[in-house]
């Protein structure tokens, strides 16, 4: 298992894409959804101040290649590409884990020496102090 340090565990929907939920997202000439310009100019001043990899746990990930994603996250203006995503850890048959839950395992697995997470997931609120601590909560319409 390869050590991921100084990571941002990153979510998409409620950070860099902000479309209201009775409303298809807008999409860019690529055929994947538009974020949001500011959240992406947001994210680039903290990837700028920290230097921190992404690592990519957003729902999103899951049936979209890295290398298809990071060409996504090139054509929006992103500074920095996807080191790696959050594996799927939900096996068929079995209770699906939540953004928490996911998000746990992949810190328990992985150990970072720091990380950052930037999510709107409300489940995350119920995480250990130390995790929220490092929780940068977003919200749906408004981003990063």
Known sequence: MKKLDNIILLDLDGVLITTVPWESDKMHEDGYSDFNPICVTN??????D???DIVLSSARRTGVERIVMNGYF???GVDKLIKDYVPDYNIKGEKRLNRREEIERFLEEHQPENYLI???DKSLSEASEEIQSNW?????MTGL
């Open 136 to 140: 940068i909560q977003t919200y749906l």
């Open 74 to 76: 090139r054509n929006r």
């Open 43 to 48: 994210l680039n001043r903290i990837i700028k």
């Open 50 to 52: 920290t230097g921190y």
């Open 118 to 120: 930037i999510d709107d």
